[in-house]
C-alpha cells in the first residue's frame, strides 16, 4: 500500500490545523468597519444629547468630520471663530471622537471655574483626554499630595529659595550661553533647547539641590519626558524611572536615616522639595524611592514645560522689540543697584512692574494653548443661563480668544508690554481703595478675563515659583545680555499642534555679551 506523502510546508497565513482562517484583508476591512461604526454610534448619541448646543462649522453626525478635520489643523482659529459668533453662551467644537463644549462669557465661566470638583471633574478630564494612567501613572492620580506641598512648604520657602533659584539661574547662564558666546560680535543661541536646560537646573535647585540640579544625565531625564506623551510606549516611561531612580535613591536613602532619627525628612534651612514629599507622603508604598522618583519626574514634566515655553515665548518678544530692553534695564537697575550693592531679592524684583508686565502681556498674547480649565462633566449640569450638559461631556474654556477680545482689552492683539504695568500705576494713584484691583493685574494674579495660569479652585499652585524663575531669569538676561532675532524686528512664529502652542523649536536668538558689574 503507498504510503501517503505529507507536505513539509508550514500551514499557510489562511490556514491552521484545518482551520481556514481570515484573509488578512478582509480582516482589515472588518476592522475599520467596526471602528467606523463604534464612532458613528457614539456620535449619534453624543450629537443627541447636546444638540440643543449650537456647533462652530458643520454640526451633523456626518458632516461634523469636516469641522473635526478643520479643527485638527487649525484649532485656534476653529476656538477664534466659535467665541466671537457666540460670546456669551456655550457653544460646542467637533472633534473625531466626541464634541468638546466650550464656555464663553463671564457668568458661564464662573459657572466652570466654581463648579465643585464631584459635578465638573478635572480629575476625570485629564485622565479622559490624556490617559492619565499611562502617562503619568496611576498613583499620582489617585493621590495628589504633592499638590499640598507645593502649595504650602514651597510657596511659604519662597524667600529662602530665591538666593539659590538666582545663583543657579546665574551660574547655568555662564555654563551653557557664555561658553558659546564670541568675543567678535553676535551669537546665534538656538531658544527652546537652550533655556529649557536653563530653567530646568533652576527649578531643580529648590527640587532637589546641589549637586544633582547641575548633573546632565539628570537633566536629560527630566527633559526626555518632556517629549509629547501621545503614543508614549510604557517601557519608555519604565526606562526614564530606572534612569532617575539612580540618580535619587541615594538622596532618598539619605533623608531617610535623617528621618528615622530625627522624625522628619527636613534638615531645617536647606530643606527642599524631596524632603517635603517624604514628609508629606502616607506609610506604605507612597514612600518608596520608586514612587518618589516618580513624582519628582511628574512634578518636573509640569513645571519645566510651562515655565520654559512661557519664557521662551517672553524671549522672542523681547529680541524682536529690544527697545523694551533699555526700559526695564533702567527699572533694574533702581530697585537692584542701591549705591554700591546688588540687593538681589524677592521683594526687589517684586517693585519691577514693568518686568511683570512684559511677562504677563507675553502670556496673555502667546500662552501655552487655545484650552484652558478642562472639566468632564460627572452628573448633569446646568448652568446660569439654563443650559444642561449630559454626564460625560468634556467642557472647556478657550483662553486664546479671551485674550483677544476687545471687550476686555484696548488693542487686544498688539503687543503692548507695559499694558498692566500702566494699569497697575493708574490703580495706585487712586490709594487703599483700588489696591485689591492693582493686585488683581499681576502676572501670578488670574481672573475671568486672564487665564495664565488656569483659574478657580484648580489655578496652578506653582505659579509662584514659576514667576519667580522666569523674572529671575529675563532679568539677569536683560542685564547682562543684549538679544536680537535672526531676521530683525520680526518675532518668530508659534507651532501649533492642534489646540497646543508652543514657541518655534528651531528658531534662533542671537546673544551678545554686555560689559557690566551687576
Not at 544633582?212 to 517601557?235: E, H, M, S, V
Request: glycine share 6%; net charge positive.
Amino acid at each position: 500500500m503507498e504510503r501517503k506523502r505529507t507536505s513539509s510546508q508550514p500551514p499557510s497565513l489562511t490556514q491552521s490545523h484545518g482551520q481556514t482562517l481570515p484573509n488578512p484583508i478582509t480582516l482589515g476591512v472588518v476592522l475599520v468597519l467596526g471602528l467606523v461604526f463604534k464612532l458613528l454610534r457614539r456620535a449619534i448619541h453624543d450629537h443627541s444629547q447636546i444638540r440643543d448646543i449650537p456647533a462652530i462649522g458643520y454640526g451633523g453626525i456626518l458632516t461634523s468630520y469636516v469641522s473635526a478635520f478643520q479643527y485638527a489643523l487649525d484649532a485656534n482659529s476653529v476656538l477664534q471663530a466659535g467665541y466671537k459668533k457666540y460670546r456669551g453662551r456655550l457653544f460646542k467644537v467637533a472633534q473625531i471622537d466626541r464634541w468638546f463644549v466650550i464656555v464663553t462669557g463671564e457668568k458661564l465661566l464662573e459657572d466652570l471655574r466654581t463648579a465643585p470638583e464631584h459635578v465638573l471633574s478635572m480629575e476625570a478630564a485629564m485622565l479622559d483626554l490624556l490617559q492619565a494612567d499611562y502617562t503619568l501613572g496611576e498613583e499620582i492620580r489617585h493621590d495628589t499630595y504633592h499638590l499640598g506641598v507645593i502649595r504650602n512648604e514651597l510657596n511659604k520657602n519662597l524667600e529662602r529659595i530665591f538666593p539659590e533659584v538666582l545663583d543657579e539661574t546665574v551660574a547655568a547662564f555662564h555654563d551653557i550661553i557664555d561658553s558659546k558666546l564670541s568675543d567678535r560680535g553676535w551669537t546665534s543661541i538656538p531658544a527652546v533647547s537652550t533655556f529649557t536646560q536653563i530653567v530646568c537646573r533652576a527649578m531643580n535647585r529648590s527640587f532637589v539641590g546641589l549637586p544633582l540640579c547641575r548633573n546632565q544625565d539628570y537633566c536629560d531625564i527630566n527633559i526626555q519626558f518632556l517629549k509629547p506623551l501621545a503614543g508614549r510606549a510604557f517601557t519608555r516611561i519604565s526606562g526614564l524611572r530606572r534612569r532617575v531612580l539612580r540618580h535619587l535613591r541615594p538622596l532618598i536613602e539619605e533623608r531617610r536615616k535623617h528621618m528615622e532619627e530625627y522624625g522628619t525628612a527636613s534638615n531645617g534651612e536647606n530643606a527642599n522639595m524631596i524632603d517635603w514629599l517624604m514628609d508629606a507622603a502616607a506609610p506604605g508604598l507612597t514612600q518608596t524611592p520608586e514612587s518618589l522618583a516618580l513624582r519628582m519626574l511628574n512634578i518636573n514634566f509640569v513645571a519645566l514645560h510651562s515655565t520654559s515655553m512661557t519664557f521662551t515665548h517672553a524671549l522672542f518678544h523681547l529680541a524682536s522689540r529690544p527697545q523694551y530692553a533699555v526700559l526695564i534695564r533702567e527699572e533694574l537697575e533702581a530697585n537692584i543697584h542701591t549705591g554700591s550693592q546688588n540687593v538681589w531679592g524677592k521683594g526687589n524684583l517684586e517693585k519691577c512692574w514693568k518686568l511683570d508686565s512684559f511677562l504677563r502681556e507675553s502670556q496673555r498674547l502667546n500662552g501655552l494653548g487655545a484650552l484652558a480649565l478642562p472639566r468632564r462633566a460627572m452628573v448633569p449640569y446646568t448652568f446660569s443661563d439654563g443650559t444642561v450638559v449630559p454626564p460625560g461631556t468634556i467642557i472647556t474654556a478657550a483662553p486664546t480668544a479671551i485674550h483677544l477680545d476687545d471687550a476686555l482689552y484696548e488693542n487686544p492683539n498688539y503687543f503692548d508690554g507695559f499694558r498692566f504695568s500702566k494699569m497697575r500705576e493708574r490703580l495706585a494713584k487712586g490709594g487703599e481703595n483700588t489696591r485689591t484691583d492693582e493686585k488683581r493685574l499681576r502676572l501670578t494674579s488670574t481672573g475671568l478675563d486672564y487665564l495664565g495660569f488656569g483659574g478657580g479652585r484648580h489655578t496652578c499652585p506653582g505659579r509662584f515659583l514659576a514667576a519667580l524663575e522666569l523674572k529671575c531669569m529675563l532679568a539677569h538676561l536683560i542685564l547682562h545680555y543684549d538679544v536680537r532675532t535672526e531676521v530683525e524686528g520680526v518675532r518668530p512664529p508659534d507651532t501649533w499642534f492642534g489646540p497646543a502652542c508652543m514657541p518655534s523649536r528651531s528658531a534662533k536668538v542671537l546673544f551678545r555679551k554686555r560689559n557690566v558689574a551687576l
